[in-house]
C-alpha cells in the first residue's frame, strides 16, 4: 500500500467523523421532535438518492455482487443505527459518541482474526487505554438513561461488525453500491414504524424538523461515502483508531449548542482515546515498512 493511499484513507476517516458529528447534532434536535421512525426513514431516503446520483455521475457500478455480506452488513449498520439514533435522546452527545466509539477499538482488535489483517505487535494493551478513555468519557456518575448508555454501546459493537464487512466488500463490490444497498435496506426496514406512526409521524408538520433531516442527511451521507472509501484505501487497522475524532467533534458541538460542557474527566478520556489512535495508527504503519 503507497504512503498516497495510506493518507488519502486518513483523511476520508477524518472527513468521516466530522460528517458523523454533525449528524449527531441534529438527530439529537430531531427525535424529540419528529420521533425516531421519521428521522430514520428520511436520513435513509436522502442517501439513498444521494448516492444513486453520484454513482450515476461518476459512472460507476452500483449492482450489488455479495449479496450474503451486504445483508449482513446492511442488518448490523440498520441496529446500530437505531441504538445510536435512539441513545442520542437520552444521554449526552459527547457520552453517546465516545460509547459508540468502542467500535475503532474492535476492529482493530478483530482485524486479525475476522478479515486476516496484520494487526501490530503491542495493538491489545493499547487498544485497552483506548477502551479506558471510552469507560472515562462515558462518566457513570453523571445522570443521564442507563438504557440510553446501554444502546450506545450496543450501536458500538455493531458498526465494528458493520465495517470489518465494509473493508472485506472492497474486494468485490463499489463504495457507492455499498452505500446504496445499505441506504435501500434501513428505508425499507424504517417505512413500516414511519408510516405507522408508532414512534413518529412519516411527514411532520414543523418546518425545523425538515431543514433537520437536512442536516442528518447529508451528515450521514457524506459519513458513510467518507469512511466506506477510507476503509476501500486503507487497512481496518490503519483507518479505524481515526475514528476517535468523532468523540471530539462531538464534544466540541456539544459544548456549543447544547451546554454540555467538557469536564476535566472528560477531556482525559479524550487525550487517552486520540493518543491510543495515534499510536495504533503509527504502529500498523511502521509494520508495513
Sequence with gaps: MSKTARLAGVLWM???TASYAVMGAGTKVAVPMAGLAAVLFWRSVFITGMTWALGRARGVSMRPV???LLFWRSVVGFV???CYFWALSQVPL????ALLYVNPILVVLLAGITIKERVPKGTLPVALVAFLGVIIIMDPTSDGSQLGALAALTAGAMA???YL???KLRETDTTEGIVLSFSVFCVLGSAPFAF???FGAAFPEQPMAWLLFLVIGLGAAGGQLAMTEAYRLEKASVVGPFSYATVLWSAALGWLFFEEPIGP???LGIVLLLASGTWLSRRANASEG
Design 14 to 16: 477524518l472527513l468521516s
Design 66 to 68: 455479495n449479496l450474503g
Design 80 to 82: 446500530a443505527m437505531v
Design 94 to 97: 459527547a457520552t453517546a459518541s
Design 160 to 162: 465494528a461488525l458493520a
Design 165 to 167: 464487512a465494509v473493508r
Design 196 to 198: 405507522s406512526g408508532a
Design 265 to 267: 474527566q472528560s477531556g
